[in-house]
């Protein structure tokens, strides 16, 4: 039995769009992982525990795209309360 074509033309487009979400909800979940690795293997700079110090060189070449994504993001953001707070003097 065929499905007439409509039917068959929109099932089509729902399975494109759940794979796409499909794939942004992977993206999404590396995106957390990679975040989870920065702050495992640069947590020191924290004062958080971290690996020792040879595996942490050792994963430091991986953590290039890693390590330019959070400075360009840190650029982005701006502590506007931060800023605010400076203006006026402690009383």
Avoid: K
């Avoid at 690795?37 to 004062?47: E, N, P, W």
């Amino acid at each position: 039995m065929r499905l007439p074509a409509p039917l068959n033309r929109f099932l089509e487009h729902l399975r494109l769009a759940l794979a796409g979400q499909a794939v942004e909800y992977i993206e999404a979940e590396l995106r957390q992982l990679e975040t989870v690795f920065a702050t495992l293997v640069l947590g020191s700079l924290a004062g958080m525990p971290t690996p020792l110090s040879g595996a942490a060189a050792r994963l430091a070449p991986y953590m290039l795209p890693e390590i330019m994504a959070m400075l360009e993001e840190a650029g982005r953001l701006d502590d506007l309360i931060g800023e605010i707070g400076g203006l006026f003097e402690p009383t």
